[in-house]
């Protein structure tokens, strides 16, 4: 999430809604245009590369076969694996906020499919700045500590498909990226205790010193920037506190089994005798392509992560692509679908925070 997301999300706090309409930049931060420029080239770089590995050497009537002749009574399970697999990450999420100020389970489901839904029909990951602002307008839990729990999810995340990768191992065939996986796991582990030791030694002290710059920023200055620093703390408490970080780890890894579960059912239906152990490279591979920059529901770059995996049971690429395509639908349309639905739910049902509600009711009682 770019910096001036967190900023503009933070000013929410502080400005009614009807004075929302067009939020201003962030007062002493440069322009974003260089960067995001080369965050679009990158982005069409790996879609090419990844669109390339998927489509190269590809037979179209190998491919509609594998298609027409497949069960797709296998899907029914898939998508009900993928749909338990979302409440266990919507519950994850829930867990890594404080004990005591957790928002609602619904709420926070709420938050995250339309999250999805953006991530899904816009670049950049969108869904990460939306499910924000969505979970902010519909529960009392503050911005900075909600922005504090999304980065620790992308953090659980990607040790936790890394660390099944390693679990698993045993029972898959051997894979080249094996090697760069088990450097990025280790360089991750060790960074993230780095991190939690450093916040259970130090404390918020070690949070104040890193944000001290922002006091520059009037948004943030005085009491502004010590209730940040506290907010952010909460945020974080999936480092620190013991109790968050199993049930986070617990959940995540539940999460991860579901998809996998998910994958491997819709192999069945294409008839790829694959193990079960195939789902989990799957998820394993489609996990770590979603890390890179990719389009709006991550075209091609899906496909090219299932090709890559797959390859390792030495599959052709024209049985394999038609798998993906399903595969790519099955973890596509149900986002659409219901993030459409919680929109218009959302707009048929606001939901005012407290501090509004108190600012509405002194006016009607002047």
């Known amino acids: 999430m770019p910096p001036e997301w967190i900023w503009q999300i933070h000013y929410l706090d502080a400005v009614p809604v009807k004075d929302q309409r067009r939020l201003p930049r962030v007062p002493g931060w440069p322009p974003a245009k260089g960067s995001r420029l080369l965050i679009n080239v990158v982005t069409v770089a790996i879609t090419v590369v990844f669109a390339y590995i998927a489509l190269s050497d590809i037979k179209l009537g190998q491919m509609w076969h594998a298609l027409r002749t497949s069960d797709y009574w296998w899907l029914l399970p898939a998508l009900i694996a993928f749909g338990l697999g979302n409440v266990a990450r919507a ?49 009392p839990a ?18 936790a498909i890394l ?3 390693f679990l698993a191992t045993p ?11 088990a450097v990025a796991a280790i360089v991750l582990a060790l960074a993230i ?15 104040r010193l890193l944000l001290r710059p922002l006091a520059r920023l009037s948004p943030f200055s005085g009491e502004r920037l010590e209730k940040t620093v506290v907010e952010l703390a909460h945020g974080l408490s999936g480092l620190r506190n013991r109790r968050v970080a199993v ?3 617990l959940w995540t890894a539940t999460a991860w089994m579901l998809t996998s579960l998910s994958a491997y059912l819709v192999s069945l239906a294409f008839h790829l005798h694959l193990p079960f152990a195939s789902g989990i490279l799957v998820a394993v591979a489609i996990g770590l392509g979603m890390i890179l920059p990719s389009p709006p529901a991550a075209v091609g770059v899906f496909e090219g992560a299932v090709i890559i995996a797959l390859n390792a049971y030495g599959l052709s690429k024209s049985l394999v692509l038609p798998y993906a395509l399903v595969l790519h639908a099955v973890n596509f349309v149900p986002y659409v679908l219901a993030g459409a639905f919680l929109l218009h739910y959302n707009s048929r049902h606001p939901v005012k925070r407290p501090e509004e509600q108190a600012r509405e009711d002194h006016v009607l009682a002047a």
């Open 91 to 139: 519950l994850r999420w829930r867990s890594l906020f404080t004990p005591g100020r957790r928002p609602p389970a619904t709420t926070t489901m709420n938050a995250m499919m339309i999250g999805y839904f953006y991530n899904n029909i816009l670049p950049a990951r969108a869904g990460e700045a939306a499910r924000v602002v969505v979970l902010r307008r519909r529960s």
């Open 171 to 181: 029972w898959l065939p051997k894979v080249s990226w094996f090697g760069a996986a």
């Open 142 to 159: 503050p911005v900075v500590e909600i922005v504090g729990t999304v980065v620790l999810e992308r953090m659980y995340d990607t040790l």
């Open 247 to 249: 049930e986070a780890a």
């Open 193 to 207: 205790a780095i991190v939690a030791a450093v916040l259970v030694v130090y404390g918020d002290r070690s949070l």
């Open 163 to 165: 660390v099944i990768f």
